[in-house]
């Protein structure tokens, strides 16, 4: 999963990754992610989540970069 591995500009999207996150969407546990529905809120809160993630190693990793040239 994307949280295993180091991000940075120029990876690409991996087609596990890609596969992972299709089938968790897809899964019965959001019940087809309809709008104004519990299944709509709990898909934007795992989309929110993941974003938050790759923001996150994102962040780090200028940070590393940062402290390379300090």
Same mark, same amino acid.
């Given at each position: 999963?994307?949280?295993?591995?180091?991000?940075?500009?120029?990876?690409?999207?991996?087609?596990? $990754?890609?596969?992972?996150?299709?089938? &968790? #969407?897809?899964?019965?546990?959001? /019940?087809?992610? @309809?709008?104004?529905?519990?299944?709509?809120?709990?898909?934007?809160?795992?989309?929110? $989540?993941?974003?938050?993630?790759?923001? &996150? #190693?994102?962040?780090?990793?200028? /940070?590393?970069? @940062?402290?390379?040239?300090?």
């Amino acid at each position: 999963m994307m949280e295993d591995k180091a991000w940075c500009g120029a990876n690409k999207i991996d087609a596990g $990754d890609l596969a992972h996150h299709t089938a &968790i #969407l897809g899964s019965d546990e959001y /019940e087809g992610r @309809l709008p104004g529905t519990a299944a709509e809120s709990k898909t934007l809160d795992y989309l929110v $989540d993941e974003l938050r993630k790759v923001l &996150i #190693l994102l962040q780090n990793l200028e /940070e590393d970069n @940062l402290n390379n040239y300090l």
